[in-house]
């Protein structure tokens, strides 16, 4: 199995906050019979025919870290639901581990799994599944209610919670009277509500028309951003595993077959499967200027004294018509060409570099899409320097390393 | 050879009532209490203030129109001088409904929480309902004698089956997600069943008290032949003189009883009438459309 894990640990790392460790799910009666099956090399199909058991997960190991957005992806039928479920216990695996801040989820005692559910781990779902006996308050309420935490008080953090979501005017209202998106906000206000430090999210925006989907997800990492809890996100949308996600984990038939940034995943896909997600994706979305910048250009330290002749020489040598000009700590000052230095060395200006700084080049930011910056690489007639926050610079993106990148995925 | 079931059942009546009789006492005890209590209230009733509570009841729960009907209805069944007989039937109907409930919702909850459970009181409800409603006079008299109470009993069996089955249907077709999501947030099992599938199974819930009222109206004239009493009585005086005026007068009480009664229960399980809900949800909230999302 291509599975690219951190298996081989054996000190617990602080960083993870849950650690599914070769976890089986398996539908049906006669579970052991399947698991021979399945360690024989056996097809979910031939199982299913010869022991009417159906795999839902496939021995699964990987870690979620505290903190991140890691995300669920793969086709229909793949086991994304299945594993979701799993941290909660919703479904019970059938075997493996699933230890959540070191404490083991699949043998803890139903009182405790019940206090995990309440003031832990919370979760949203596709259909939102508010429930249409009560207000939108009331379901925000719902989690501190069953929790036991007093009406004053639940009401006042259901409140909060639909503030956070920008709801608290609707409080009195009807679930059914909101929009989609607008019920989905009160599905994040309920599973906020409780403060919960994991929270699972299964297609939540899968529903939601393009727009709205949109406006969720910039509202989850707006909500991430505020206050950072560890969302593990069901998604079987790549754009969106892409936006949100700061892992991603693809499976195939109830297998895990990679486990990665997106960069990762899209530089170097385990399979033809986790290849086939990003056949069609725009990567230009996907990839920042700096993930494609490239340290191909020459590059000059601007010292007290240089003249113009030092530059000249180093262009020659390595045939470049540009040089990016340096300062000691790699700032990036500009870019000059030859015929700019030897026009200025002609004019005899006091200081031979910055007189020849070509003025059509403005670096552009290392966080910058791609895709917003494809104009000005194509338009410019020199490859354009990168720089990041601090206006260090990066590299350079030249026309052709542009299309080599588009067609990555061609 | 003939194989006479009907002898063990004699034998197993006379073996109950020779053994349990504190049993059947009891239960003879409570149930008369209920029966009689209700019937005392209704029957104390003056016509005028019955026929305007039923008045205002149907204008609350279903309409102006229906209440103008239940109005001129009711008139006619005071007319009629079947006014006491029509509540002496109807506090029959509530006390048999009220036992029905009090057996039926939780053996509904029962069996929607278990298959084993479901699949054993599945069957007693098809026989339950398939037995010829006159069958279950017959025991019921035996071991209460005649009157009330072995009339409600009567009633209490033929007419608990709804009640039972659109319960346990009723939890069981609550949104698999609603379940899920009250587990999610951490219910106990108590707290699943009276925050989530209790209220979402209400409208399958008051479907089958609804039809558990309606059978036991139906039953409730029939045990007027054990002497339970009220309008049964006056359709049975028309089949023995066979006077064809009284036992229609009688078969219209009845008929009137029905409507009213489906009507109104069966706005139990609904939302209450459209205009009521904007009147009162204008009073109390003046912007009660919202606007799109901030
Ligand atoms: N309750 C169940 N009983 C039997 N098999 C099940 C059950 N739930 C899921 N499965 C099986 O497990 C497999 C994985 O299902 P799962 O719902 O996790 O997929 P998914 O990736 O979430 O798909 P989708 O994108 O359609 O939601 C499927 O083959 C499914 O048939
Ligand atoms: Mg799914």
């Known amino acids: 199995m291509a599975c690219t894990t951190e298996s081989g640990l054996t000190e617990i790392d602080p960083q993870v906050k849950i650690s599914i460790r070769n976890v089986f799910k398996i539908f049906g009666e006669r579970p052991e019979k399947a698991l021979a099956l399945l360690k024989a090399g056996k097809t979910k199909a031939e199982i299913h025919a010869s022991t009417g058991c159906s795999i839902g997960v496939n021995n699964a190991s990987f870690d979620i870290r505290a903190g991140e957005i890691f995300v669920i992806m793969g086709l229909s039928g793949s086991g994304k639901s299945t594993m979701l479920r799993l941290l909660n216990r919703l479904i019970e695996p059938t075997f493996g581990t699933i230890e959540m801040d070191g404490r083991d989820v699949t043998r803890m005692p139903r009182r405790e799994l019940i206090a995990l559910r309440r003031h832990e781990v919370s979760m949203v779902f596709q259909s939102f599944a508010l429930l249409p006996n009560r207000t939108v308050l009331g379901n925000a309420a719902f989690g501190l209610e069953v929790a036991g935490v007093g009406e004053a008080e639940h009401l006042r953090r259901a409140h909060a919670a639909l503030k956070a979501v920008g709801l608290e005017a609707y409080g009195d209202s009807r679930t059914d009277e909101l929009s989609g998106g607008m019920k989905q906000r009160v599905g994040l206000a309920r599973a906020l509500a409780s403060e919960p430090s994991v929270l699972l999210m299964d297609e939540a925006f899968s529903a939601l028309d393009p727009l709205i989907r949109t406006e969720m997800q910039d509202e989850l990492m707006r909500l991430q951003a505020e206050h950072s809890r560890t969302i593990v996100f069901v998604s079987h949308d790549l754009d969106e595993a892409m936006r949100i996600g700061d892992r991603i984990c693809i499976m195939q038939n109830g297998q895990v077959v990679q486990v990665g940034t997106p960069d990762e995943i899209v530089l170097k896909p385990a399979s033809d499967y986790v290849r086939s997600f990003f056949r069609n994706v725009d990567v230009s979305q996907i990839f920042r200027a700096g993930d494609v910048a490239r340290k191909t250009q020459v590059t000059i330290i601007e010292r007290q004294g240089v003249s113009a002749a030092a530059a000249l020489e180093r262009m020659q040598h390595f ?58 690489v194509a338009s410019s007639a020199w490859p354009v320097p990168v720089v990041d926050d601090d206006n260090h610079y990066l590299g350079s993106i030249s026309k052709s390393a542009l299309l080599e990148t588009l067609d990555r995925t061609a | ?239 023995q003189r066979l006077d064809v005026g009284t036992g229609f007068e009688g078969g219209i009480a009845v008929v009137i009883l029905a409507v009213i009664l489906d009507r109104i229960t069966q706005s139990l399980g609904k939302e209450r009438a459209g205009i009521w809900r904007t009147l009162l949800r204008g009073a109390a909230q003046p912007q009660a459309t919202p606007a799109a999302a901030a």
């Not at chain 2, 209704?42 to 205002?56: C, K």
């Open chain 2, 1 to 239: 050879m003939t194989f006479d079931i009907g002898d063990g059942v004699d034998s197993a009546v006379n073996y109950i009532l020779d053994n349990f009789a504190p049993l059947l006492d009891a239960i003879a005890l409570a149930i008369g209490t209920v029966t009689n209590g209700i019937q005392g209230v209704l029957l104390a009733t003056p016509f005028l203030l019955g026929l305007a509570l039923f008045v205002l009841l149907s204008l609350w729960r279903v309409g102006i129109g229906f209440a103008v009907f239940t109005g001129l209805s009711l008139w006619l069944v005071d007319h009629m001088s079947l006014w006491s007989a029509m509540m002496e039937t109807l506090s029959l109907v509530i006390a048999s409904t009220l036992v029905a409930m009090l057996i039926g919702l939780p053996l509904g909850i029962a069996m929607a929480r278990s298959n084993r459970v479901a699949a054993i009181v599945r069957p007693v409800l098809d026989l339950m309902q398939t037995m010829p409603a006159f069958v279950y006079l017959i025991p019921a008299a035996m071991f209460f004698g005649l009157g009330a109470v072995p009339g409600t009993i009567a009633t209490v069996i033929f007419s608990m089956p709804p009640v039972v089955r659109l319960t346990n249907l009723g939890i069981r077709q609550v949104h698999v997600e609603f379940v899920e999501a009250g587990n999610a947030f951490g219910c106990t099992a108590a707290q699943l069943l009276f925050k989530v599938q209790l209220p979402n199974a209400i409208p399958s819930i008051m479907a089958g008290v609804n039809q558990t009222i309606m059978l036991s109206l139906s039953m409730v004239v029939i045990a007027s032949m054990i002497g339970a009493g009220g309008i049964g009585n006056t359709v049975l005086t028309g089949i």
């Open chain 1, 319 to 376: 045939d470049r018509d540009i040089a990016i000009i340096l300062g000691r700590d790699k700032t990036y000052h500009g870019v000059v060409s030859r015929t700019s230095l030897i026009e200025a060395a002609g004019n005899g200006a006091g200081d031979p570099y910055r007189s020849a700084f070509l003025t059509d080049i403005e670096p552009i930011r290392a966080s910058e899409s791609l895709s917003s910056v494809l104009g000005r």
